[in-house]
């Protein structure tokens, strides 16, 4: 595994659009790269970034501009602007070789699953899933995006679950406001394992399997010493795709050597039968511990994964401790 260097002090963040831009809120955006550059980073942004587009301009473009910040030596880190649709269609045109040979990190969140997945899966480099750039427009920041920007710098914080979550989407609100207990659920009553750490959001995910851009086979197989964790964010997922979701994903290979699973808590929950999330993991996955309701994905607060490090688990009590190592 490939671990391209964390950024230090006034280091340069690079900023391109592969999903959507955020022409239609720059001013939440702003605030963003205000708390960025307070921090001491500076910023390069490509010409997509501002668009008032949820495409963010046209695939090939969007694609150019990904891989030009990382042929810019000047560009230490990556990073996605936004979330958004319509990742998918940049991938025939993004240059992972390129990509490679400039590692550097990416991070991105939700759609931007989409990039972050075959570039640790297929070309053994490392990202992070855990905030776009467009992320760190609340003041005063809270515990989950300080543990954030602590990763992003190379310190690898013990993430524990949290006391409480917001039920709104984050987007919706008009600030924080944690009022709903968390207490993560499991198929075990503890769980104490750990092994190398792939996921992203599920939504995104399901449109890779059997593509050319699904590296997860060959990915499970290279680390099987390791063992596997997978983490899934569910943005709207429905109980009953979820769990058809999941099935074709054993079917594909995906969880061959899988220590555990790990899934957040869904942001827009439905279900056309009755099948509840927990039933649907049970049924899909009922040789692997699996922990859910887990503080991962597009509720706040949300932890920050290492696609392609080792995660150590420590789950007792409906709470538990993640901890990333680079191995």
Known sequence: MIYPSFLGKNGTIGISAPSAGVGRKLEDFDRSLATLRRKGYRIVETAS??????????????AEELVSLFKNDDVDFVMAAAGGDFLFEILPYTDFRTMKKHPKWLMGASDPTGILFPYTTKYDVATIYGCNAGSYDVSPLPKFLKDNLKII?????????????????????EKIEYDTPVKWQGTVDSLHTQGRCIGGCIDVLKDLIGTRFDGAKDFVRRYKDDGIIWYFDNFSMG????????????????FSHTKAVMVGRVLFESSDTGMTYGDALSLALPDIPVLYQADIGHTIPSMTMINGAILNIDYENHKSALTFSLK
């Open 239 to 254: 109980a009953e795709i979820f769990y058809r979701t999941l099935l074709q994903m054993r079917y594909a290979g995906w």
């Open 153 to 173: 710098s190379g310190d690898l914080p013990v993430q524990t679950s949290y006391k409480k979550y917001m039920k709104t989407p984050g987007f919706l609100a």
């Open 49 to 62: 970034v501002r668009i008032n587009d949820m495409r963010g301009g046209s695939a090939e473009e969007r």
